[in-house]
């Protein structure tokens, strides 16, 4: 993931970045790299800490086939 911005409201965060993934069968051979975007929400908790409540992903092309 690369976040390229981080805005706070309050005990509210919103991320909007980049995200590389490959994604490999289980005897580790890539079998798919996925490329895209995203933006995700989090507030902080009573306790201080930083829960995510929603993340939204977008890829940049359709899955192959």
């Known amino acids: ?3 390229h911005k981080v805005e706070l409201h309050g005990e509210t965060a919103i991320e909007r ?3 590389d ?3 490999r069968s ?3 051979v890539v079998r798919l790299i996925e ?3 995203y ?3 989090a507030r902080r908790g009573g306790d201080g800490r ?3 409540v929603i993340s939204i ?3 940049d092309a359709p899955r192959a086939r």
């Open 1 to 3: 993931l690369v976040a």
């Open 50 to 52: 930083w829960r995510f």
């Open 57 to 59: 992903f977008n890829r």
């Open 26 to 28: 289980r005897d580790g």
């Open 17 to 19: 970045g980049q995200y």
């Open 35 to 37: 490329r895209g975007k």
């Open 39 to 41: 933006v995700a929400v």
């Open 21 to 23: 993934e490959a994604l």
